[in-house]
């Protein structure tokens, strides 16, 4: 599938509407109090840059967000593609924009939290795919059944390059 992936606001009617769509999909999988949600104001804070793809029409079918946490750490968020583009790439593409930015930005590391279970297996898989590894819980995320979470070593792997 062909899209275009940009730096887009997430303050669009869309955008809005991928994030609810991603909402909607998280709900049943864990309880809220295990949901780490950003709401599209708080992803417009300029420590967040957010990724759209776009198919041929123009149409928003996934996003993927970097959160800084200050020089040393960067937190993937948001990574949702729409269910008819799944298994096309569209999620790859969108990570790979991610941690090209973390590394232009010089982060020795990326991090993210994802849910458990049958729901977020193909997340899971995208992630180990990548070269994200299994680590425990970082920055405030409390350690729980209902939480995965996974480490990029961009450090590592430049020394390796």
């Not at 869309?14 to 991603?22: E, G, P």
């Not at 793809?53 to 993927?64: C, D, E, L, P, S």
């Not at 279970?117 to 994200?132: I, K, P, S, V």
Request: glycine share 8%; net charge negative; no cysteine.
């Amino acid at each position: 599938m062909a899209v275009t992936i940009a730096i887009e606001t997430p303050l669009q009617d869309d955008v809005r509407a991928l994030v609810a769509q991603l909402n909607d999909h998280l709900l049943p999988l864990s309880p809220l109090e295990f949901q780490f949600k950003m709401t599209v104001e708080q992803m417009a804070d300029s420590a967040t840059t957010l990724f759209v793809a776009r198919n041929a029409a123009g149409k928003a079918v996934g996003m993927g967000a970097l959160k800084m946490h200050g020089p040393e750490l960067g937190e993937v968020k948001r990574m949702f593609t729409l269910p008819e583009v799944r298994g096309q790439r569209v999620g790859r593409l969108l990570l790979e924009r991610i941690v090209d930015l973390a590394r232009e930005r010089k982060l020795p590391v990326v991090m993210l939290e994802t849910g458990t279970g049958e729901g977020m297996a193909e997340a899971h898989r995208l992630y180990t795919r990548y070269g994200f590894t299994p680590r425990g819980p970082f920055l405030d995320y409390p350690d729980s059944e209902w939480s995965a979470f996974f480490e990029l070593n961009l450090a590592a792997a430049a020394r390796v390059a």
